[in-house]
């Protein structure tokens, strides 16, 4: 079973590997789903752990217009220049298909890296027919819950995902992955690779205007203990 931590910062990557962690996707702002870190976090972790950067330019939705698309191909030049391995990318349309214009736009910029498809396949019309698309594009491995909100509640289309496009590319579970459901999430699905966070806070409460202070990092702990169950 492969391991990749999902690490919003620096502290966090470094735990993942000190802590037994296989690889990251590194991001910021996990609070909001992800984006792309700054570049200072980018320059600080590149020789840490083998780690692809989520290239996301805002929150919300997957649906980008042209600008934003050119934002996250200098984006990728920018991490591919700083030696990363890979990245992780995504985009669909309006009618919530892949968006393959823009898909080959950003794969562009990474020529010669490696690339990983992330949550957007879960917010994608047809799934199953994205997967092959995916495939054809080049892409190595597929971050998926299953189309549900957790990757425990999308069981049954990882299963499915993983029956049908295994051999072909890496399908990677994740979303609410933690200690106490990996082992039924690897089992029920045959999946090798998963993907999870594990974070505790570190800080807590509001500033005098009342602006939330609270952060969460991976925690050192729950990722050795992780790495004992699935290992």
Request: hydrophobic residues 40%.
């Amino acid at each position: 079973m492969r391991f990749e931590l999902c690490a919003n910062g620096y502290q966090s990557i470094v735990n993942g590997a000190e802590g037994g962690a296989d690889c990251a996707e590194l991001c910021e702002a996990l609070e909001v789903g992800g984006v792309t870190p700054s570049y200072g976090t980018l320059s600080s972790c590149k020789d840490i752990i083998p780690t692809r950067v989520l290239i996301r330019c805002r929150p919300g939705n997957y649906i980008y217009n042209d600008d934003e698309v050119a934002i996250m191909c200098e984006d990728i030049k920018m991490v591919k220049n700083l030696g990363y391995e890979g990245v992780v990318i995504g985009a669909l349309n309006k009618n919530g298909d892949l968006d393959v214009s823009a898909i080959k736009k950003m794969m562009a910029a990474g020529e010669g890296m490696k690339f990983t498809f992330h949550r957007a396949i879960d917010a994608c019309n047809n799934p199953l027919d994205a997967m092959e698309t995916l495939i054809s594009l080049g892409f190595d491995k597929v971050l998926t819950s299953g189309c549900k909100p957790t990757a425990y509640d999308g069981i049954d289309m990882i299963r499915e995902m993983q029956t049908l496009f295994g051999d072909r590319i890496n399908i990677m579970a994740g979303g609410g992955i933690n200690e106490n459901n990996v082992e039924r999430v690897a089992t029920a699905t045959g999946i090798q690779n998963v993907h999870a966070s594990l974070t505790s806070p570190v800080a807590s409460g509001v500033d005098n205007t009342g602006a939330i202070m609270a952060y969460k990092i991976s925690n050192l702990e729950r990722i050795k203990e992780f790495v004992k169950i699935i290992k």
